[in-house]
């Protein structure tokens, strides 16, 4: 398969800015993704980039993307304790095949 | 919500029994995908469909089969469950095409437990 790494925790303080970092190896990603998953839940669809952008801002959400060197980042601004869970980044490629990471698990502390 | 419907939400069976999954759409997207999610591994894709009797296989295929008779149902099996088979089981379904519409809707979820 591809390989779609991210690290696996990430713990930050209710108030700061959290930034969850992916490397990705395919390069014909066509448009790359982030996912939440809540406990007990399925994923739901945060954002997306399409490749040939660099940056995409959606409120407090801000991903960029360096395709020379495959990294994709989520920054979450004015984290709070409901952002604590599990964020996996995907990206799609040929025929709709969507490939995950291992997902980063958040804790946002009072 | 997309309308995806995975049944069962929950099951536990013996090793060596047949397992079969259900996911059931009511958006008629053309993809439908099977994944399975374990800790450390994210989501690994098992087998995919992109339409009706048209089905590939993933990255960890093995000990799994499809079939997709209807736009709306994605059925899969595990022939002879196994410990290893343990997990927990999402669908998806994406639009064809490029753009937003390929953003894949996740169902909620099987728990899957051999023992």
């Known amino acids: 398969g591809e390989d779609v790494e991210q690290s696996l925790f990430l713990s930050v303080r209710e108030g700061d800015s959290s930034v969850i970092n992916c490397t990705y190896t395919d390069s014909s990603s066509t448009y790359l993704y982030w996912y939440k998953q809540e406990p007990g839940a399925g994923l739901q669809l945060l954002t997306y980039i399409f490749s040939n952008m660099d940056m995409k801002q959606d409120q407090r959400l801000t991903v960029l993307l360096n395709k020379k060197d495959k990294h994709l980042s989520l920054r979450i601004a004015d984290t709070q304790t409901g952002d604590s869970a599990i964020y996996f980044c995907a990206e799609s490629i040929r025929f709709n095949k969507f490939y995950f990471g291992s997902g980063t698990k958040l804790n946002v502390k009072p | 919500d997309a309308g995806i419907t995975q049944s069962p939400r929950h099951k536990v069976t013996e090793t060596g029994t047949p397992v079969t999954l259900r996911c059931h759409q009511t958006?008629?997207?053309?993809?439908m995908y099977w994944y399975r999610q374990d800790p450390g591994h994210g989501l690994r894709l098992i087998h995919y469909s992109y339409g009706v009797k048209d089905t590939d296989k993933g990255e960890v295929s093995d000990g799994y089969s499809v079939s997709r008779s209807k736009t709306e149902d994605f059925l899969l099996t595990l022939e002879s469950a196994t410990s290893s088979q343990t997990s927990v089981y999402f669908c998806?379904?994406?639009?064809?095409?490029?753009?937003?519409?390929?953003?894949?809707?996740f169902g909620q979820g099987t728990r899957l437990t051999v023992v």
């Open positions: 958006e008629n997207h053309r993809y």
């Open positions: 998806a379904i994406s639009e064809q095409g490029t753009g937003p519409n390929t953003e894949a809707f």
